[in-house]
């Protein structure tokens, strides 16, 4: 199956797969990007096997597992950063749960297709903005990879411009 068949049949799909690990190395970038103080209030809202949740660094750590009874859409509790690998099909709701949580600083790691003018507006919409950036690449998964820290008030790094350029497409 070529590029453009396996990018149809990921869209198209009844059941979304949205179970992928995250690499221990992947887990410890993400750790070090958050820059976590052993007084933040810190959760893992995904912690599947716990590659990130086991190794936060000394913090007020919690965790969500839909497998385990504890649904991040059900958290409400206080946090100061957010660390996680989330359901791709869900990442709209995912920020919007995230902002509404009112953290200092989330770092997930997410699909490059994934992040779009549209998410990066919500999270302006709530002053968070992209502060940090790294794109990378993960064995198995779909495409480039791309961790991103977004921080509450802090100086964004990217501009988007919405503008649509080039001659209107004629039928």
């Known amino acids: ?3 453009l068949g396996r990018i149809r049949a ?3 799909r009844d059941e979304p797969n949205d179970i992928f690990h995250t690499p ?6 993400m750790i ?3 820059d976590i103080a052993e007084t933040d209030r810190v ?3 995904c912690r599947g096997e716990g590659v990130i949740y ?16 504890r649904d991040f859409f059900d958290y409400d ?11 791709f099909s869900l990442l709209t709701r995912w920020l919007q749960k995230s902002v509404y949580l009112s953290p ?5 790691v997410i699909g490059l297709l994934n992040l779009t003018v549209k998410r990066l507006k919500l999270m302006e919409e709530h002053g968070y903005f992209l502060t940090k950036m790294e794109l990378i690449c993960i064995r198995g998964w779909f495409g480039t990879t791309v961790l991103v820290l977004f921080e509450k008030g802090g100086k964004g790094i990217i501009k988007f411009d919405t503008e649509w350029y080039g001659e209107k497409v004629k039928n």
């Not at 086991?54 to 009874?69: H, M, Q, R, V």
């Not at 200092?104 to 997930?108: D, N, T, V």
């Open 24 to 29: 221990l190395a992947v887990a410890k970038k």
């Open 1 to 3: 199956m070529n590029k």
């Open 104 to 108: 200092k600083k989330m770092i997930f």
């Open 77 to 87: 509790e206080e946090a100061d950063i957010i660390v996680a690998n989330p359901p």
């Open 54 to 69: 086991d190794n936060l660094p000394t913090c007020l750590k919690s965790w969500c597992e839909i497998t385990e009874g």
């Open 43 to 45: 959760i893992d809202p």
């Open 10 to 12: 990921i869209k198209d």
């Open 32 to 34: 070090a990007m958050a």
